[in-house]
Nanobody, 125 residues
Framework: QVQLVESGGGLVQPGGSLTLSCGAS????????IGWFRQVPGKEREGVSY??????TTGYANSVKGRFSISRDKNTVFLQMNGLKPEDTAVYYC????????????????????WGQGTQVTVSS
C-alpha cells in the first residue's frame, strides 16, 4: 500500500524554525519527485517546494526562497523551515509524482499522484 506520512508540525513563534518530514512506505522514492504543499481554509493548495530524486533538481515558491530548504535521506524527505512568519501558518502536505518537471509546472497539485494526510504548522506569538 502506497503511503506518505508527514510529521514535525507544531506551534512556533515568528522567526522560529521547524523541520517537516515526509516518510514513504509501500514504494520507493527513487526516480520520483517529492513536493511540499500548504493550504489554509478557503484558499487553494499552494506549492511550497519540491525535489526531484532523479536528478536532484529543487524548486521553491518565491515566498519561501532563502528561508526553506528541501532535502532527502533515502526514503524520507525533509523541509527545513527557518525564519517562519505568521503567513506560513497552514496545513502542510507532502506529495509524490513520477518524472521531472519543467519550470514551475511542479506547483500544480494535479500533477502529483499520491498525498499524505497533512501536518499543521502554526506560527504565532
Amino acid at each position: 500500500q502506497v503511503q506518505l506520512v508527514e510529521s514535525g508540525g507544531g506551534l512556533v513563534q515568528p522567526g522560529g524554525s521547524l523541520t517537516l518530514s515526509c516518510g514513504a512506505s509501500g514504494f520507493s522514492l527513487d526516480n520520483r519527485a517529492i513536493g511540499w504543499f500548504r493550504q489554509v481554509p478557503g484558499k487553494e493548495r499552494e506549492g511550497v517546494s519540491y525535489i526531484s530524486n532523479r536528478d536532484g533538481t529543487t524548486g521553491y515558491a518565491n515566498s519561501v526562497k532563502g528561508r526553506f530548504s528541501i532535502s532527502r535521506d533515502k526514503n524520507t524527505v525533509f523541509l527545513q523551515m527557518n525564519g517562519l512568519k505568521p503567513e506560513d501558518t497552514a496545513v502542510y502536505y507532502c506529495a509524490t509524482a513520477p518524472g521531472i518537471f519543467d519550470g514551475d509546472n511542479w506547483r500544480a497539485p494535479a500533477a502529483w499522484d499520491y498525498w499524505g494526510q497533512g501536518t499543521q504548522v502554526t506560527v504565532s506569538s
